[in-house]
């Protein structure tokens, strides 16, 4: 049985629909990534399951229990739905020290004080913490008072816990780490993780599997990050998960060729598949490092030909702006790779292979 | 009590019930508050000034304003507040562009000495001047006249332009504290860019920055004008001996010629009405102004600006400076120290002459000033304590409930701000005498119910300064950790405003403790007011008793001030 089913849950407000008719389910024990681009509606979803909004239409059931529901006039308070919430602001209470915020959770549900105390000083452990333990949190920096927050939500409930954009904030060291240490308790504790962020690459790391939404609050793909790596759904969440080159071709015989007003190029479909019944505009979208840049044998072969525009050292590896007919294609090639085969000079010729590239329509 | 709730708007609102309870409660209890102290009594001055039992009779209205002596006390106040308001600003505006634009030494001294003014109640001022300019007994005129030999005094403290030199001592600080800050806030670039662009200093002051201050010296200039508007004490103690009427001073002797009977309220309900007219078209010229010249380039972070060299203006600016702040501050406060000691008022200020005599006699043997000063101690505790918990209520309903009605609430709560004292004292007289189940005349409890009123707009915007600082995350945080929406409020955000809320019960309890324009008008044999019974006694010609009084409230007030800060510096520590 699913921990959380949300069904058809829309949410207004005033006009303005924010959520319409989403529907969700999160596995127990699974960790759950909701990614989209700011403000497409994630974090109200985060406030209706936490019951600090109620939905306007639509129902959300929670380990079997019906928690928010318009219909059947149904909104279970906050405090009686057993969420750990990590806020993105971490909402770390500047007036209690960082083991009283710990303990504040089984104060409330009257854990017996001596296994409050154990309890807490354990969380406070697994965060790596225990030296704070007797600190206000403004003598914390921004990545303890996070710790904080996350003990809390441990403490607070051992079944489901809520991260909205936690680890943003935290520079990119930090952010890593973070990452690794979520993944790391909520494998080691069994509890059922459900991230909100806007980063697509951390959520990539540091989930079981990923719900992308777009602006409009609608869910474009639901799957692992494997598959929403290796089969975006569409040329939205393509771009959304990663830098991506789109090249407008259309199906010409066996072929694609490139629409462009520049010099006309061709390439093979190869393992592409391709409905063999239009010959409506396509786009082949690729990312940087899964093209290859190989010198240029025969000008009239198969295959397509760009200009090396620029070339930018990255230390672990390459960037090239490569123009193709006209179109613009970023590239990228790991250092080593480039300095084995020759590093392109800016102005020069040559060839592009592509590795599994995707087909999308047009639109 | 919670499940209570749950029913009650389970049935009325359906959805979201559960969550909005303990809101939609904290809404209505707010409402019915606001309507019972502010609104009723308001309502019911217009009433009773229309109605004669249950009768309209419209024609009171147009004879009470009409009335010649009511009419001098018309053109009397505006002629005072408007020249209050012109010294007062020029004044202000003075000193604001000394200590804010120019290289002036003592600075900080000067900044020390005009926050005094705003301590003390203006009618102490008004007090120690007469001890110096009244006409025959004051110090100066006599010394004048031993000098000269004259018969006539020097000065005439009793008259229009006396009443408007106090009133322009205490409230020029409005002025001054708005520009200063705008000044400080300013961005100094706009400045410098002008110099660099060519302007001259004269220039720049004319062209760049009094338009950027505008919007703030019209603020204090408007504050002026509604606090000198509705200012009881310095024209009561000023101008009564000559016949010198305001509309507030009026309103009280119409009330207390009276004795208290329904025609002289109602008299004094219609010139009430009048007044607030007044009041009420001096902020809506605020409003025209205040919208005509709003400027975003005042900043909220400091800067530091470049200064104007006085050069050889700065001696005598310098003297000026400290010769007129020794005048407005130090002068006053020391005869009152002075005078509380002497054996009787008109002997010289000489050592024999000094006794303790009067403190024993107010502070031991005369039952009426202790009675007084205990009502004033419970009066400004409870209603600081009241008031501060009732802002935070209202401030919490309208920054984060945000109901339907929260715009009716604001102008509520605010409304006491642009009501004078004396006003909402009659009203408090009208719907607590009696009209309504109670009758509360003559008990503390009608002084308590009208501080509450005249406060509610200060805690108000105390407790909304800090509530703004707590994110709502903090309180949904604990709602998710179990706690229910009365136990977050109670675990998180009152711990939080704390601070807040005892600096708000401070900014009640000092200016309640010197309260004098509404009690005076509500007081009852045992339940005179500090301010009341320091009036009381002046007024009976004991003006060293008075000033002894006097000191003695000026100590509490000092001590309520320090404990005022010491708790501000202690939060700020804490950020």
């Known amino acids: 049985m699913p921990i959380v089913t949300i069904k058809d849950v829309t949410v207004r407000y005033g006009k303005n629909v924010v959520i319409d008719k989403l529907s969700l389910q999160v596995e127990r024990g699974e960790n759950l990534a909701i990614v989209g681009p700011s403000s497409c509606g994630k974090t109200t979803l985060m406030r209706a399951l936490c019951g600090f909004i109620k939905v306007n239409e639509g129902e959300i059931t929670l380990q079997g229990t019906v928690v928010s529901s318009a219909a059947k006039r149904v909104l279970v308070p906050p405090e009686k739905r057993n969420i750990g919430v990590v806020f993105q602001d971490y909402a770390v209470w500047p007036h209690l020290t960082v083991i009283e915020n710990i303990m504040y959770p089984l104060k409330k549900r009257r854990v017996p004080k001596e296994e409050m105390r154990s309890r807490a000083y354990n969380a406070l452990a697994q965060v790596k913490m225990k030296e704070f333990a007797e600190r206000l949190p403004s003598q914390l920096s921004g990545g303890q008072q996070q710790r904080v927050a996350l003990a809390r939500a441990l403490v607070s409930s051992s079944d489901l816990i809520v991260l909205d954009e936690p680890i943003t904030n935290l520079d990119a060291k930090l952010r890593e780490e973070m990452a690794y240490e979520i993944r790391n308790l909520q494998r080691t504790m069994g509890v059922t993780v459900i991230y909100i962020t806007h980063d697509q690459e951390t959520a990539m790391t540091i989930s079981d599997r990923m719900v992308i939404m777009d602006r409009k609050g609608y869910i474009r793909q639901i799957g692992t990050p494997e598959e929403i790596w290796n089969h975006p759904q569409d040329q939205d969440v393509y771009k959304f998960i990663g830098v991506s080159n789109f090249l407008p071709v259309h199906r010409n015989g066996d072929t694609l060729a490139l629409v462009t007003t520049g010099i006309p190029q061709t390439l093979p479909l190869g393992t592409l598949s391709v409905d063999l019944t239009t010959t409506d505009r396509m786009l082949l979208a690729s990312r940087p490092m899964d093209i290859r840049l190989v010198p240029v044998v025969n000008e009239d072969a198969l295959g397509l030909i760009g200009e090396v525009e620029r070339v930018t050292y990255l230390g672990n590896q390459f960037d090239y702006i490569v123009n193709v007919s006209g179109h613009q294609m970023r590239v990228q090639q790991d250092s080593l790779d480039a300095f084995r085969e020759g590093v392109p000079v800016e102005g020069s010729r040559c060839g592009l292979v592509f590795r599994n590239p995707t087909l999308y329509p047009a639109v | ?575």
């Not at chain 2, 005094?116 to 120690?128: E, L, R, T």
């Not at chain 2, 600016?317 to 009152?336: E, G, K, N, Q």
């Open chain 2, 1 to 575: 009590m919670r499940y209570m709730f749950h029913k009650i708007f389970h049935t009325s609102k359906g959805m979201g019930d559960k969550h909005f309870g303990l809101d939609q409660s904290l809404f209505i209890l707010s409402l019915v508050i606001l309507l019972v102290t502010v609104l009723i009594p308001m309502v019911m001055i217009v009433y009773s000034t229309f109605f004669q039992d249950n009768v309209f009779d419209w024609q009171l209205f147009p004879r009470v304003v009409l009335a010649p002596e009511n009419l001098s006390a018309i053109v009397n106040t505006v002629r005072i507040s408007f020249m209050v308001t012109v010294f007062g600003t020029l004044l202000g505006l003075f000193y604001a562009w000394l200590i804010g634009r120019s290289d002036i030494p003592m600075k900080g001294v000067m900044k020390a000495l005009f926050t005094i003014p705003y301590m003390f109640p203006p009618f102490f001022g008004a007090m120690a001047w007469s001890l110096l300019l009244s006409p025959r007994s004051g110090y100066l005129n006599k010394l004048f006249m031993q000098i000269t030999g004259n018969t006539t005094s020097l000065l005439n403290i009793n008259s229009i332009a006396g009443i408007v030199f106090v009133e322009t001592c205490y409230y020029f600080p409005f002025v001054f504290l708005q520009v200063v800050s705008a000044l400080e806030r300013m961005d100094p670039t706009l400045e410098e860019s002008a110099r660099i662009a060519g302007a001259g200093q004269w220039y720049v002051i004319r062209r760049i920055t009094m338009p950027l201050v505008l919007p703030a010296i019209a603020a204090g200039a408007m504050l002026i004008l509604i606090s000198s508007l509705s200012h009881f004490g310095v024209p009561a103690i000023l101008g009564f001996s000559n016949n010198i009427f305001t509309l507030p001073t009026k309103i009280y002797q119409l009330i207390s010629r009276s004795a208290g009977s329904f025609q002289g309220i109602r008299e004094g309900a219609a010139l009430s009405i009048l007044l607030v007219v007044v009041v009420v078209a001096a902020l809506y010229l605020q409003k025209l102004v205040l919208k005509t010249g709003h400027y975003d380039i005042i900043k909220g972070k400091s800067m530091r600006p470049m200064l104007i060299k006085l050069r050889g203006a700065k001696i005598p600016l310098l003297t000026i400076s400290l010769i007129s702040l020794f005048v407005i501050v130090v002068v006053p406060l020391f005869m009152i120290l002075a005078v509380g000691f002497l054996k009787a008022y008109g002997l010289p200020l000489r050592w024999e002459n000094l006794t303790l005599r009067n403190y024993q006699y107010i502070l031991g043997q005369s039952k009426m000033v202790r009675d007084s000063i205990f009502n004033s101690l419970f009066l400004s505790i409870s209603s600081g304590v009241i008031t501060m918990f009732l802002g935070v209520m209202i401030a919490y309903v309208v920054i984060k409930v945000k109901p339907k009605g929260k715009g009716l609430l604001e102008i509520l709560s605010l409304l006491p701000y642009s009501i004078p004292g004396i006003v909402l004292a009659i009203g408090v007289i009208l719907v607590w005498s009696g009209a309504f189940v109670l009758n509360l005349y003559n008990t503390i409890w009608i002084i308590l119910i009208a501080y509450i009123a005249r406060y509610v707009s200060f805690a108000m915007k105390s407790a909304s300064a800090s509530l703004e600082q707590v994110h709502y995350s903090l309180e949904e945080a604990a709602r998710s950790c179990g706690a229910t929406h009365l136990e977050s409020l109670r675990d998180i955000t009152l711990p939080l405003i704390r601070p807040g809320m005892i600096a708000g019960f401070f900014l009640i309890f000092l200016p309640a403790m010197r309260e004098l324009t509404t009690s005076v008008l509500l007081y009852g044999p045992f339940t005179r007011t500090l301010g009341v019974a320091i009036y009381a006694i002046n007024a009976e010609g004991n003006t060293v008793q008075a000033s002894a009084l006097a000191t003695v409230a000026i100590l509490i007030i000092v001590l309520g001030n320090l404990a005022l800060r010491f708790i501000t510096k202690e939060r700020k520590a804490l950020q």
